[in-house]
């Protein structure tokens, strides 16, 4: 279930048992989140593709096989070209016609006036970083419904503020978090358990629920780390999730596809992740956090400015919707600087990073 808008704060979820117990607990408050989540598009969340009318031709056979390709709910449906339709076996040119006209009646895809989408864009959820200036940085937190990048070297903070995330995605939302699950996956091997632990006692939640409702993986290959999208999709279809975390994002690429002769095919493939990426926050609502390394730059431009840059040129470029590069500081302090950002001033905050996770910098790290 999405984690999008403020609205959802009072949902009902259904338990798969009557001795089902809360997931999470924040101090005398619970939160409940469930493994059997019945997905309502009347509540504002995405609609189960078995929702779709039965009479135009479309069987419980045909179904399954779209589910099998990904296209869990209509609005998967209703938002891919036809020609991904055609790719699944068994969907003829007919039946992706009347698939795509009966999501297209599901699913709104007209204009709306610019008031109406504000109104939708003040109900969007921010979720806390743990440090006071960097939410104030972000205006809240990492915003949900969208894609943010976290670029720089290493040692720089991307993998702390992930399991950060991790963990506070299930605190209420009036602590800053979403009442949700996590997705993590993992490709450089560097998630840690034992940090999700540390970051949960500080806001005193349940160590073990928190561990329970983050699904992790690790990606072993560029094919692999996209098919484990396919399966992260059913999952939002069945349980409550607030963020979906990839780090990171291009490492498997730049060693699956190596030189020149490759670029064109890994680029093509970072595109199709990408924009696999950007369909899930359009479905389910839900924050997306990708770290991304950084390549020195050795031509002319080396000598002006800094010479990091990060991988995935301009592909990655324009599918993030906030980049976030992240610098070594002075001390334990880290820099955060807005790169890109549709709403965000270009600014820097200062955070830290500390055995409960990441809070704010020291003041004598500050200067």
């Known amino acids: 279930m999405p984690a999008k808008t403020k609205t959802r704060d009072s949902i009902a979820e259904k338990e798969t048992t009557a ?16 493994d059997s989540v019945s997905v309502d598009n009347d ?9 779709l009318d039965k009479s135009c031709g479309i069987g419980n056979a045909d179904l399954k096989k779209l589910q099998e390709a990904g296209f869990c709910t209509v609005e998967s449906i209703a938002f891919a070209p036809r020609k991904s339709l055609l790719a699944v076996k068994g969907i003829s040119d007919a039946k992706a016609d009347k698939l795509a006209a009966e999501a297209a009646k599901l699913v709104p895809m007209g204009f709306t006036t610019a008031t ?13 970083t743990g440090s006071k200036e960097l939410d104030k940085q972000l205006q809240g937190g990492f915003e949900t419904g ?29 602590m800053g978090g ?6 993590y996956i993992d490709t450089e091997g560097t998630f840690r358990p034992e940090r999700l632990l540390a ?16 699904a992790y993986a690790r990606a072993y290959n560029t094919d692999h780390q996209i098919q484990l999208l396919y399966m992260a999709t059913a999952m939002m279809c069945e349980s409550r999730y607030a963020v979906l975390i990839v780090d990171s994002s291009t490492s498997l690429f730049r060693t699956d596809y190596s030189g020149r002769g490759e670029l064109a095919n890994r680029q093509m493939q970072l595109a ?3 924009r696999m990426l950007l369909r899930i926050t359009d479905e389910f609502g839900v924050a997306v956090i990708l770290t991304n390394q950084v390549v020195a730059q050795v031509d002319g431009q080396a000598m002006y400015g800094d010479q990091k840059k990060p991988i995935g040129g301009n592909i990655m470029a324009h599918a993030s919707t906030t980049r976030l590069y992240l610098k070594k500081g002075k001390g334990d302090s880290r820099i955060c600087h807005v790169a890109d950002s549709p709403c965000l001033p270009e600014t820097d905050a200062v955070f830290a990073i500390g055995p409960e996770g990441i809070v704010d910098a020291a003041p004598k790290d500050l200067n």
């Open 19 to 34: 001795s089902a117990q809360p997931a999470t607990t924040v101090t005398d408050s619970s939160i409940q989140i469930n």
């Open 43 to 51: 509540v504002g969340g995405p609609t189960p593709i078995n929702k």
């Open 116 to 128: 109406e989408y504000h109104q939708k864009r003040s109900e969007i959820i921010q979720l806390t």
């Open 146 to 174: 969208s894609i943010t990048e976290l670029y720089g070297e290493y040692r720089c903070g991307k993998s702390q503020l992930c399991h950060q995330v991790a963990v506070t995605c299930q605190l209420p939302i009036d």
């Open 178 to 183: 979403g009442e949700g699950k996590a997705i």
């Open 199 to 214: 970051i949960a006692e500080r806001y005193g939640l349940s160590g073990q629920d928190v561990l329970d409702n983050i």
């Open 272 to 274: 199709k992740f990408m």
